[in-house]
């Protein structure tokens, strides 16, 4: 029998939109997607989709197709949980702030209450999905949780994780390079992985859909995230040396790219990688290869994150020397917060730790991010914890528009690679600054020799 009834537990950058697209793409199939925090499903029932949550070019469209049809946004948890098949756990699970594998393992509260509240209500056999990514091994815990119930409900677990990236979420979504399954091996487990195959099959074809055992799949999500986390990271590394010796690191990047064995993606050099999955899934790994005694291994893939801490750092460093060693009641425009292009998402942005350093300096920060509010940037910054919360206040001044923020400023930093930065009117910026007038291109994205036509000082990563 076919799947009719989902459930999604968690309405956040990966529910959401994955979601959004199983109900645009399977009408037959009734999705509900539920979260406790009932501001972010308010949100995304808002009658203007224009008010979703989440900001993904194309899924304001999709919701307003789907939604009220087959796509609903609820709270009411185990009610959804109750009349679905199908359940995909998508919830956060965020590095430990606390106890044993602080600052490294994944932290797995939210994961273990979902598994107790499937535990608790469902009253019929079950195909419980883990989306969010986790730690090799997880699904056995969620097994061990819902076995143990006594109700009598069987449960098959499968892992599906999740490979879009932000800011291309639909797309990415819509023509997946592939679709992971992970399930038992065992003949439930197999219809289990059919039932999930058939709901892709709607708009995959079945030879983009791989299908293995749990841990495999398991393993795989945290080792393609490892991957190109250290392509950015080998790239960075490169960028400094290109600073030191005169090449130019966007060369190096196109010189290697067009070996087809390298392939030309992934080696844009920046300052520094963010986003959600990057260092908490690297971390991770690096906490489960210390725990079974592999320390050469963990210290292998905690290069990635070294690396990529030193380009935020080396990025600010650079900022106060050019600035003849003092930023202190200087304004510096941040031209973009938002960890990447096309999402209002700001986890573990490199202009976080650029702009907590430079504060740290007495700078006074001018934000501006076509995206991210005030309140967001105050938050990101308030969660560090480097300085008390008025503190930040009063050194972060943010405008709704760039032209002001960049006004009487005696430096802009790009930190995010919206499109709209390229198409600004730079003479404008450049005759409202301080001179001299700098500019730290973070995301290589500016023309250099056109600003330093105009006047500008011009400073690129990795030339
Ligand atoms: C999350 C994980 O961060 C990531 O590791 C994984 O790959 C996919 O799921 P994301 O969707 O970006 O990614 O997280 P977030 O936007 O924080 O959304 C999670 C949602 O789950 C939040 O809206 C939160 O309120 C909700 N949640 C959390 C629950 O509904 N119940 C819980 O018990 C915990
Ligand atoms: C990533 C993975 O790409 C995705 O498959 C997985 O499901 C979740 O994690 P995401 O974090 O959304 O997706 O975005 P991604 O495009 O991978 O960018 C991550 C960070 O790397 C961003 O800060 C981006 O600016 C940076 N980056 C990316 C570079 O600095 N240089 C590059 O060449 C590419």
Excluded at 214 to 237: D, G, M, P, Y
């Amino acid at each position: 029998m076919g799947i009719t009834k989902i459930c999604c537990i968690g309405a956040g950058y990966v529910g959401g939109p994955t979601m959004a697209i199983i109900a645009q793409k399977c009408p037959q199939i009734q999705v509900t997607v539920v979260d406790l925090n009932e501001e972010r499903i308010a949100a995304w029932n808002d009658e203007d989709v224009n008010n979703i949550p989440i900001y993904e070019p194309g899924l304001s469209d999709i919701v307003k197709e789907a939604r009220g049809r087959n796509l609903f946004f609820s709270t009411d948890v185990e009610k959804a949980i109750d009349e679905a098949q199908m359940i995909f756990i998508s919830v956060n699970t965020p590095t430990k702030t606390y106890g044993k594998g602080k600052g490294m393992a994944a932290d797995l509260k939210f994961i273990e209450l979902c598994a107790r509240q499937i535990a608790k209500v469902a009253k019929e056999n079950k195909i419980v999905v883990e989306k969010s990514t986790l730690p090799v091994r997880t699904a056995e815990a969620i097994k061990s949780i819902l076995d143990n119930t006594g109700n009598g409900v069987k449960f098959q677990i499968l892992s599906n994780p999740e490979f879009l990236a932000e800011g291309t979420a639909v797309q990415d979504l819509l023509n997946p390079d592939r679709i992971l399954i992970g399930g038992d091996t065992t003949e439930e487990g197999q219809k289990a992985i059919q039932a999930l195959v058939d709901v892709y099959a709607n708009w995959v074809s079945e030879d983009r859909i791989l299908t293995t055992n749990v841990w495999s799949s398991e393993l795989s999500k945290l080792t393609a995230n490892a991957f190109l986390a250290q392509r950015i990271s080998s790239i960075n590394a490169m960028s400094e040396l290109c600073e030191k010796t005169g090449a130019d690191v966007n060369e190096v990047a196109r010189a290697i790219g067009m070996d087809s064995r390298i392939g030309p993606k992934f080696l844009k050099a920046s300052v520094g990688f963010g986003g959600s999955c990057f260092q908490k899934d690297i971390l991770n790994l690096v906490y489960i290869a210390k725990s079974y005694g592999l320390n050469e291994v963990a210290d292998y893939w905690e290069q990635v994150i070294i690396m990529n801490d030193h380009q935020k750092r080396r990025f600010s460093n650079n900022i106060v020397k050019t600035l003849y060693n003092t930023v202190s009641d200087k304004k510096i425009a941040f031209l973009g917060w938002a960890f990447k292009k096309d999402t209002n998402d700001t986890r573990e942005s490199a202009a976080i730790y650029v702009a907590d350093d430079l504060i740290s300096e007495n700078a006074k920060i001018a934000v501006y991010d076509p995206k991210v509010s005030r309140k967001k940037v105050l938050a990101d910054l308030d969660y560090l914890q480097s300085r008390a919360a008025d503190e930040n206040v009063n050194s972060v001044l943010s405008f709704e528009n760039p032209y002001e923020a960049c006004f009487n400023a005696h430096a802009v930093a790009i930190l995010t690679e919206w499109d709209e930065f390229v198409n600004y009117d730079w003479q404008k910026i450049y005759d409202s600054m301080q001179k001299p007038a700098f500019v730290f291109d973070g995301r290589n994205i500016l023309n250099g020799s056109d600003l330093e036509k105009i006047g500008f000082v011009y400073q690129a990563i990795g030339s």
